[in-house]
């Protein structure tokens, strides 16, 4: 199959993809957080392509995509008080609610779940894409699953060209993490992913809200990046936390052995201490004063550390406030969890 790379300012290319999704099949978007593999939500064998084409385990429910409030309507069988509040402060916005499904949404995407997923991009292309297929879209990332998340269309044809039908570029995602996923299905609202949207920013039109503990042995994740190990590039990816001059010193320490030992090895730091590292590649996510440009650098970075060929990669820890929750959130899942204290 061959891959159509289209221009999102391209007319004509754009409306062949819209009419693609519509009739089954699949088209890589952007959005504000990361690029999308999209397939039309009411097409159960559209969306069966979305697992084949990355390789994910069909009970990894997916995120349905709306242009509009009308799709949600269709999609649910009710809208609660406190998901209509985050509906009017969030959307269009990182911000994923999960409700309980109507019929009409299959199974497939739910993962035999009685919730479904849905959220508003906040991308211009993304909108206009849903609006003119005339469907609502079901995509998880458009990437090969378990790897980094794509935030250019460069990302996305690395892992799925010959896969899918079109790959939209409408340039770099701006936040650059998933969407926050929120259940709003109880009585509290629960944080099943952390994201764009944060903690602290929920709570303040909510109050009080919960953060999900997911157990190692889930059977049926409740929302995508919960179950599976997500987010890793190619190396290893260890984490050093501690106090700064702490951290950089054993990190320096575990670069000087692992170099003995003949591998290549890459370090990511913040921008204040990228100077400090000794390794074969040094990558800086951005200043710990702007947690924001970390989150939106994050994945390309660790692709580049996939590019560069290294064997094993150290990381620093970043703080996890606000969208930090995020930011150490997939590098824990990155990491599979493998955390040296200094």
Known sequence: ????????????????????????????????????????????????????????????????????????????????????KLIENFWPGPLTLVLKKSGMVPDIITAGLDTVAVRMPDNPVALKLIETSGVPVAAPSANLS???????????????????????????????????????????????RPGGITYEMIE???????????????????????????????????????????VVAEINKLVSSAQEKKLKVGVLSSEENCRLYK??????????????????????????FDDLKVDIIYSETFDENGIGSAIMNRLKKASAEKIIKA
Do not use: Q, W
Request: charged fraction near 25%; glycine fraction near 8%; proline fraction near 6%.
């Open 204 to 246: 303040e039109v909510l109050g009080k809200v919960d953060v999900d503990r997911p157990s190692k042995n889930m059977e049926k994740p409740r929302s995508p990046g919960m179950k599976y190990r997500h987010y890793s590039p190619e190396a290893d990816i260890i984490l050093v936390e501690g106090e700064k001059s702490k």
């Open 279 to 304: 390794a074969d590649v040094v990558l800086s996510a951005g200043s710990v004063n702007m947690p924001e440009k970390i989150a939106s650098n994050l994945y390309d970075c660790l692709r580049k």
């Open 146 to 192: 378990g790897k980094p998340s794509p935030t250019s269309a460069m990302h996305v044809a690395k892992d799925l060209a010959g896969k899918i039908e079109y790959i939209i570029d409408g340039g770099i995602c701006s936040v650059g993490v998933e969407s926050t996923v929120l259940d709003v299905t109880g009585h509290i609202p629960i944080i099943l």
């Open 1 to 84: 199959m061959k891959t159509r790379i289209i221009n999102a300012d391209d007319e004509d290319g754009f409306n062949k993809a819209a009419a693609a999704i519509k009739n089954g099949k699949l088209v890589a978007f952007p959005t504000e957080t990361v690029y999308g593999l999209g397939a039309n939500a009411f097409d159960s064998r559209a969306v069966e392509r979305i697992f084949e084409a990355k390789g994910r385990p069909n009970d990894n429910p997916l995120i349905v995509h709306i242009s509009n409030i009308d799709y949600l309507n269709n999609l649910v069988i009710e809208i609660p008080s406190n998901a209509k």
